[in-house]
């Protein structure tokens, strides 16, 4: 059955910048460098994962970063995911590890409606449903997750069924802001705690355009589609 991309959260502290329009994006290589269990990454930006290499009796792998892509902008939300039968008036989480990125949530209820927003004001910036691929044992184009490696993670955080706003065509030193516009008028703030009851919500839902395959900017077929963002 088609999926479709219903609603975006962004779970954070700080949850009154993001409804002001502020994206307060971090370097890719962020995640990298991060010691923290739910946020570090070290195969972050893995371009190449080669097959097992048997050198003095044992088994190798060797996994290849693109260095290039570690001062890219990211910016990281939950992408909630359903199909045309789908409640759409409320959002429930079920995963208790999303509580350690913060207490408060900012529930995107109008996904078109924002990612217009992304492309007028930041039209430097590409968007992806990030896919999730085994490291340890890659098959296929898994192997070469050189097809734009910036939406591709470890299969171990799946369960963050992660967004990203991202660029090619920035450097960043540190973190920094990128206004878009106000989302005040759909956007709702919460307490992350609600998501695990089951918050009632009112999305607004284009199922053309909300397509999840309209998201997907993760393999060969759409590698010449990333100088730009879905219609």
């Not at 691929?133 to 069924?161: M, T």
Request: proline fraction near 3%; charge should be neutral; include cysteine.
């Amino acid at each position: 059955m088609k999926k479709y991309l219903v609603a975006l959260i962004k779970i954070t502290d700080h949850p009154e910048d993001l409804v002001e329009g502020n994206l307060y994006c971090n370097r890719l290589g962020y995640f990298v460098e991060s010691e923290e269990k739910e946020i570090g990454d070290s195969k972050e930006a893995t371009a190449i994962v080669s097959r097992p290499h048997n050198i003095f009796n044992r088994l190798y792998r060797f996994n290849i970063q693109d260095s290039e892509l570690l001062n890219s902008p990211v910016f990281c939300l939950y992408g909630v995911l359903g199909d045309k039968y789908c409640d759409t008036s409320k959002i429930h989480f079920d995963n208790k590890r999303l509580m350690a990125f913060g207490e408060r949530a900012v529930i995107i209820k109008d996904v078109r409606r924002f990612l217009n927003q992304v492309d007028k004001n930041q039209p430097q910036f590409s968007y992806s449903i990030v896919r999730y691929i085994d490291f340890s044992n890659p098959r296929g184009e898994d192997e070469r997750a050189i097809f734009n490696p910036i939406v591709k993670k470890d299969l171990r955080f799946r369960y963050q069924k992660e967004f990203r706003i991202y660029s090619h065509h920035v450097d960043l030193e540190g973190a920094k802001t990128f206004y878009i516009g106000d989302l005040r008028n759909f956007t709702e703030i919460c307490e992350t705690e609600e998501l695990y009851v089951g918050k009632d919500v009112d999305l607004k839902v284009d199922w053309n355009h909300c397509d999840i395959n309209n998201f997907d900017r993760t393999t060969r077929k759409s590698w010449g589609k990333l100088e730009g963002s879905p219609t």
